[in-house]
């Protein structure tokens, strides 16, 4: 029996949708396609800088890309495996011409599946820090350091016992000298009273901090750090006693010992008198630290 085939008709509608799935069909097929470009790795000058990476100057690396990708998008892959920015590269094809980071890889000249491309790594050399020379610090006290180291200190329990009121009241009654003795401007006198006070036995963090500034009013500042360093075996937590030791270790010069003395008495008891200077020690130590490191880094 012969069959006769029958034409039905077809709406503009399935002819349409028909046509766009050929086309995405096609798209994705072309999209997905991968192309493997060489690049050979023509220069690749790091700066200076110390990579660890197995590629060097002259060998290829095979790359997996969509035709339709961009150099940028390239370059981002090289990167990856060759560990250069994409700031520092260039690629050029093997006639010379070099590409814009947006030009997509099949339209660029010279680019084709299992094509070789050149890559150029250029790398700046990173600046190096000048750290200026360090200036010379007129207020240092001369001879401060060498000076001979001050005061006599009650010893052993008599820095601990208790009074009695007799002393006591002694003790009061040489402070009170000492203090209208330094209203006079005699400082040297009003010295001696505070260490006969002292003396009486069991002084206070505070009476021998007093001393240390005295001390330090006469520009006798190993003296006064050594007195500052008795106040704080006597209260620890003497903000007073920091400043002071911290000021007069600023005048013998040793800066990190005095920017750790007033870090300590900003922290406890923050006092405008000191702070320009505790900026002075912190800089100064910085500074110091930056050349030391720099000529540990020359001498190696």
Request: negative net charge.
């Amino acid at each position: 029996q012969e069959h006769v085939g029958v034409l039905w008709p077809v709406s503009h509608s399935v002819v349409v949708a028909s046509f766009r799935r050929l086309r995405s069909a096609h798209s994705i097929g072309a999209m997905s396609e991968q192309w493997v470009v060489k690049v050979k790795i023509e220069t690749l000058d790091r700066g200076g800088v110390k990579v660890k990476n197995m590629w060097d100057a002259g060998q290829v690396v095979s790359v997996q890309i969509e035709p339709h990708a961009t150099i940028n998008m390239l370059k981002q892959r090289i990167a990856l495996l060759v560990s250069a920015h994409t700031r520092h590269q260039r690629i050029t094809n093997e006639a010379g011409r070099e590409f814009g980071d947006i030009e997509k890889l099949a339209d660029c000249e010279g680019f084709e599946n299992n094509g070789t491309v050149l890559l150029h790594v250029e790398q700046p050399k990173a600046e190096e820090k000048v750290i200026e020379p360090l200036s010379d610090d007129e207020e240092l006290w001369a001879g401060a350091a060498d000076e001979d180291a001050g005061e006599p200190m009650p010893e052993g329990e008599a820095m601990t016992k208790e009074l009695t009121d007799e002393q006591m009241d002694l003790q009061n009654k040489l402070k009170g000298e000492s203090v209208e003795l330094l209203e006079d401007g005699d400082m040297a006198a009003a010295l001696a009273k505070l260490t006969e006070a002292i003396m009486v036995g069991a002084p206070t963090a505070m009476m021998i901090s007093k001393r240390a500034e005295l001390l330090m009013k006469m520009k006798k500042a190993k003296a006064a750090a050594k007195d500052a360093t008795a106040a704080l075996a006597v209260n620890p937590d003497s903000g007073k006693a920091y400043r002071v030791r911290g000021r007069a270790r600023r005048y013998m010069g040793d800066y990190g010992g005095a920017k750790e003395d007033l870090d300590n008495a900003q922290k406890i008891d923050f006092d405008d008198s000191v702070a320009e200077m505790h900026s002075y020690c912190t800089k100064r130590m910085a500074k110091i630290m930056a050349l030391a490191g720099l000529e540990e880094k020359e001498t190696k």
